[in-house]
């Protein structure tokens, strides 16, 4: 679920609003922060055997479900604890919290209410809990959770979540600096705590500050000092994990990962952000391995149909890869649906033959997120195969016109526009090309050959400089660009040809039979040469 993750998005007051007979619950909380779901569930289901009227304890337990992205179970879970305990607010909350996921604007402000009022200003949990959703959940109420931490922080002032929260609210807003703020008062309140440490790192990779500078600290240091207030805090290491995944340090992130699997007892939710972390450093089999790990035990997890198929699709399975994508799309809500899925099923159905479909999908792509602008080639691509290069073109110019287009992009513009016959234009396209890649022969080939179609006769040599400027280049490996040099060698032959120099017409027809002894078009022009003086 991936605005949820409650327990690894805040910080738990472990050591507030406990009785004295909570000591299992507080266990179970922080096997929670500790992202370590299963078994924080196994302890909660093991208080509520002995304890099945305490409301707290299914309310913990629907929240780990949550984690789950079972919606329907965690609010069973809610359910049982309002009928256990009616008087208890909290699972109102986890019923307002699962209404929210699900769309229910209404009935999730008829639940928040009647848990405030039941709280009746008291009791901060209630508080910051629906605080909490309109932090974390989408369509976010930065104004509301902003008032019920400051009324939350008159009943409990020492409380350091409150302090993590508005700091995950000010972040939220784009205002790192008061978040920061935020962080350090709630490192103040509870120095033992590695959670605010954590929280200012994540704030810096947010940033993309991966390592401080002149004595300043970047996300790293932060998690590094995570870690020296509790060297066994699991959360710390998947973070330096995908950090160093990012600079591209991957030994040293997989051996973060590895830590953060072995703290976390290689539980799901674990061994679930393996496959994603996996995936982010290209690994594409190994996650697509880790995913049918999971499968065996829990197949409903529809983020991992999402992982499977892009993962399939990098490793060219695309079969399988349209299935995932397929059984994604059957299971995810509408709202919920993101421009890279409909860009993956776009792709998937390309490869599988289905180019119109996949023009469709690859649109809204586009139109979700148009910061996408790889989206374009993939696009303009399709459109070339499908032999509708004017709509190539004009789609290569909305790349062109993002700022972003590459060498490639130009080159298959100019293509299009030369299979237009619109010459002039396929030769501009193809000069970005040796402008941007100038020891490349490529673009001086389809120069030459572009001004070939512009020069009928031949007379003028347009194409001649170009040729000239491949074989410079090509002569360098003369196995390597054998077809390049032979076209070149023969278009110069008929040049020379064309205006009377059969010196030189000699000596490329020449150069053409040495390297393809069996030119046809070689053998005639050398033959009639003869004849020439």
């Known amino acids: 679920m991936n605005n949820m993750h409650f327990f690894r998005l805040s910080f738990l007051a472990l050591f507030f609003s406990l009785s004295a007979g909570a000591q299992s619950l507080q266990q179970a909380r922080l096997l929670t922060l500790n992202q370590q779901y299963d078994a924080a569930s196994g302890v909660l289901k093991q208080l509520i055997a002995k304890n099945p009227a305490k409301g707290d304890y299914w309310y913990y337990l629907g929240r780990n479900v949550l984690e789950a992205e079972k919606t329907d179970s965690a609010k069973s879970m809610f359910i049982l604890g309002v009928q256990n305990e009616p008087g208890n607010p909290l699972n109102f909350v986890g019923l307002g919290t699962v209404a929210k996921i699900n769309g229910s604007a209404d009935e999730s402000a008829q639940m928040f209410d009647k848990a405030l009022k039941m709280a009746a200003g008291k009791n901060a949990e209630v508080l910051v809990r629906i605080a909490e959703t309109h932090i974390t959940l989408e369509k976010k109420n930065l104004p509301a959770a902003f008032t019920l931490l400051d009324e939350a922080e008159k009943i409990e002032p020492r409380n350091p979540e409150i302090q993590i929260l508005k700091g995950d609210a000010f972040l939220e807003n784009n205002d790192g600096s008061n978040a920061i ?67 591209q340090r991957y030994q040293e992130a997989k051996e973060n990962y590895a830590k953060y699997l072995e703290l976390s007892s290689n539980n799901l939710f674990a061994k679930i952000r393996y496959a994603s972390f996996l995936f982010l450093t290209k690994e594409y089999s190994q996650s697509l391995n880790q995913i049918k790990e999971i499968w065996q035990v829990d197949t409903t997890r529809n983020m991992l149909n999402r992982l499977a198929a892009y993962a399939s699709y990098e490793t060219k399975d695309y079969i399988n890869g349209l299935v995932h994508i397929q059984k994604f799309f059957s299971r995810q809500p509408q709202s919920k649906i993101l421009s890279s899925d409909y860009a993956y099923l776009g792709k998937l ?55 972003k287009a590459t060498a490639n992009d130009y080159y298959r513009m100019g293509q299009s526009y030369y299979n237009l016959k619109e010459f002039g234009k396929a030769d501009t396209a193809f000069m970005r090309v040796t402008e941007v890649q100038p020891k490349l022969t490529v673009g001086y080939l389809w120069r030459g050959r572009s001004n070939a179609n512009l020069d009928a006769d031949g007379k003028l040599g347009l194409a001649k400089p170009f040729y000239e400027q491949l074989i410079t280049i090509a002569e360098t490996d003369s196995v390597k660009y054998q077809k390049d040099l032979t076209e070149a060698y023969e278009y110069l032959g008929a040049f020379y040809y064309i205006t009377g120099d059969f010196a030189n017409s000699r000596t490329y027809w020449e150069k053409v039979k040495a390297i393809d002894p069996e030119n046809a078009k070689a053998k005639v022009a050398l033959e009639d040469l003869k004849k020439k003086k």
Do not use: C
């Open 181 to 247: 703020k935020f962080y350090e008062k709630a490192q103040m309140l509870d120095p033992k705590s590695p959670l605010a440490k954590l929280r200012i790192g994540q704030l810096w990779m947010r940033a993309r500050n991966f390592s401080g500078k002149d004595g300043s600290m970047g996300a790293l240091e932060y998690y590094q000092e995570a870690l020296k207030i509790d060297p066994n805090f699991a959360p710390a290491y998947a973070e330096l994990g995908e950090l160093y995944a990012r600079v």
């Open 349 to 403: 159905l390309s490869a599988t033959g289905q180019d119109s479909l996949a023009v469709e999908q690859l649109k809204i792509a586009i139109e979700k997120d148009s910061t996408q602008t790889d989206l374009y080639s993939d696009l303009a691509g399709i459109y070339a195969k499908l032999k509708k290069h004017d709509l190539a073109v004009a789609t290569y110019q909305q790349k062109i016109a993002s700022g």
